[in-house]
């Protein structure tokens, strides 16, 4: 019955009789229950598995979720890849129904592959099917995943400008209300403060509020006067012919005033603040624009810089270093913006929220580009660097990267017709991007046939 099922099995329908009975007699049948776990995902993979009976379903964590690439039946082979390579398993895979299951040592896989070039070759094809698989699903998650990861982004900045608007208007209302409750003398009315700002010094500042305390009765409404650019000077002609009641009132009317203005001024801040991240928005995602274009490198930096400033904010310190005659070059430059994303987002989660991140863009002597984005985290273990740009390599425990940001990012560059590399040492790793001018002859053009690669956030550190 075992000779039979492996028979039945694509990778070893092809093997010699004498191989397959060797291959049988090492084999162990396993009984699955429904809801049994045959592999779990992140386990050391030391066997591989043919189904005999019933459903299995394979699934990869990402994040909190679970997402289903494959069910698979009679026929089967599973868990093949990380066996042969006696790594960590790449998904999970768990009965839905009663199955049975035959277990393959490695010891027996590596004797099979030492047999001839038959099992090898269907080894490979199985392999190469299964990654492909696996790649089109991971992508269309993390293509969701990532939009998930700058909208939350985004939220979380559009939330403090909204809500500082917010506030200030239900105070403006108020402060127009006090102010329209007092009845200042009328030439009052006709005054605009002449100083710009309150005295930066805190003793000068000091001063400024008792000298107009004396005057105008009130150091409350001195020190909102003080801060607001009032002086002695424009006061004192004013106030020095009021009654101390009139002058209170007066003082208090403009103190209610400079605080209207003040609340303008923060309204003005917080749209202003909104205004720049939704241009930041547009021209991070090239919206309305065609796919290939010139573009400024600078630009799409800090606009993404702009768009992950949430991650950025507290202990890491940003610093730019541009060229300022750094040529436009042609690309896909919502593809590039990505390609930021990714490296920037990879760097505040290896600082860990702590530490700086150097951003230079110079000119090649080609007339393209040269982008270093450095950060001061750990570093990367040259066994690690070798294999960054690998699709599924990272070092992040399961469900929490799917090793293909960086990969991605790799594809789009070569697309470019550029180069990415790593320089990395203990405590600095730079990630350095080099594009020529223009875009390979090869790839698409402006022209309505141009298809931009299928791009996504990892949204987590590869390092």
């Given at each position: 019955m075992t000779l039979e099922a492996l028979r039945a099995t694509p990778l070893f329908a092809e093997l010699p009789e004498e191989y397959l009975g060797r291959l049988a007699a090492n084999v162990v049948p396993m009984h699955l229950a429904a809801g049994d776990l045959l592999i779990n995902e992140g386990d050391q993979a030391d066997d591989l598995f043919v189904v005999i009976s019933g459903e299995l379903d394979v699934t990869k964590r990402s994040g909190n979720a679970e997402i289903p690439l494959a069910r698979v039946g009679p026929g089967a082979i599973q868990g093949e890849l990380a066996a042969l390579e006696r790594g960590r398993r790449m998904a999970s895979v768990r009965a839905l129904t009663p199955a049975e299951v035959l277990r393959i040592p490695y010891s027996a896989v590596r004797d099979l592959l030492s047999g001839g070039p038959d099992a090898a070759l269907g080894i490979i094809r199985t392999i190469i099917g299964r990654l492909r698989g696996m790649e089109s699903a991971l992508r269309q998650r993390e293509k969701l995943a990532g939009l998930g990861t700058l909208a939350a982004g985004l939220a979380h900045e559009l939330n403090n400008p909204a809500a500082a608007i917010r506030r200030s208007v239900e105070e403006l209302a108020r402060a127009i209300d006090e102010r329209n409750a007092l009845h200042p003398p009328h030439e009052l009315m006709e005054l605009s403060p002449t100083g710009a700002e309150a005295p930066a010094d805190a003793l000068a500042r000091s001063d400024a509020i008792d000298?107009?305390?004396?005057?105008?009765?009130?150091?409350?409404?001195?020190?909102?006067?003080?801060?607001?650019?009032?002086?002695?000077?424009?006061?004192?002609?004013?106030?020095?012919?009021?009654?101390?009641?009139?002058?209170?009132?007066?003082?208090?009317?403009?103190?209610?005033?400079?605080?209207?203005?003040?609340?303008?001024?923060?309204?003005?801040?917080?749209?202003?603040?909104?205004?720049?991240?939704?241009?930041?928005?547009?021209?991070?995602?090239?919206?309305?624009?065609?796919?290939?274009?010139?573009?400024?490198?600078?630009?799409?930096?800090?606009?993404?810089?702009?768009?992950?400033?949430?991650?950025?904010?507290?202990?890491?310190?940003?610093?730019?270093?541009?060229?300022?005659?750094?040529?436009?070059?042609?690309?896909?430059?919502?593809?590039?913006?990505?390609?930021?994303?990714?490296?920037?987002?990879?760097?505040?989660?290896?600082?860990?929220?702590?530490?700086?991140?150097?951003?230079?863009?110079?000119?090649?002597?080609?007339?393209?580009?040269?982008?270093?984005?450095?950060?001061?985290?750990?570093?990367?273990?040259?066994?690690?660097?070798?294999?960054?740009?690998?699709?599924?390599?990272?070092?992040?425990?399961?469900?929490?990267?799917?090793?293909?940001?960086?990969?991605?990012?790799?594809?789009?560059?070569?697309?470019?017709?550029?180069?990415?590399?790593?320089?990395?040492?203990?405590?600095?790793?730079?990630?350095?991007?080099?594009?020529?001018?223009?875009?390979?002859?090869?790839?698409?053009?402006?022209?309505?046939?141009?298809?931009?690669?299928?791009?996504?956030?990892?949204?987590?550190?590869?390092?």
């Open positions: 000298e107009l305390g004396d005057l105008v009765g009130d150091y409350d409404a001195a020190a909102a006067l003080v801060d607001a650019g009032w002086t002695i000077e424009q006061l004192r002609a004013v106030f020095l012919d009021l009654d101390p009641d009139t002058a209170r009132d007066a003082a208090a009317w403009l103190a209610a005033s400079a605080k209207v203005q003040a609340l303008l001024g923060e309204v003005r801040m917080a749209g202003d603040r909104i205004s720049e991240i939704v241009a930041a928005v547009k021209g991070y995602a090239y919206l309305d624009q065609a796919p290939v274009q010139r573009i400024d490198v600078r630009r799409g930096l800090d606009d993404t810089l702009v768009i992950l400033r949430h991650k950025l904010k507290g202990g890491i310190d940003v610093t730019r270093d541009y060229d300022p005659n750094l040529p436009e070059i042609e690309a896909f430059g919502s593809e590039l913006n990505q390609v930021w994303t990714n490296l920037i987002d990879n760097a505040a989660d290896a600082m860990e929220g702590l530490g700086t991140l150097d951003l230079r863009a110079e000119r090649t002597d080609e007339g393209g580009v040269r982008v270093s984005i450095c950060d001061s985290g750990p570093g990367i273990p040259p066994d690690v660097a070798a294999k960054i740009f690998e699709p599924f390599f990272t070092t992040k425990p399961p469900g929490v990267g799917s090793g293909l940001g960086l990969h991605i990012s790799h594809n789009v560059v070569v697309r470019h017709g550029g180069q990415l590399d790593v320089e990395t040492e203990p405590g600095r790793t730079c990630f350095v991007v080099t594009i020529p001018p223009t875009l390979p002859a090869a790839s698409p053009g402006e022209g309505g046939d141009a298809q931009p690669t299928e791009v996504l956030t990892d949204g987590l550190a590869d390092e």
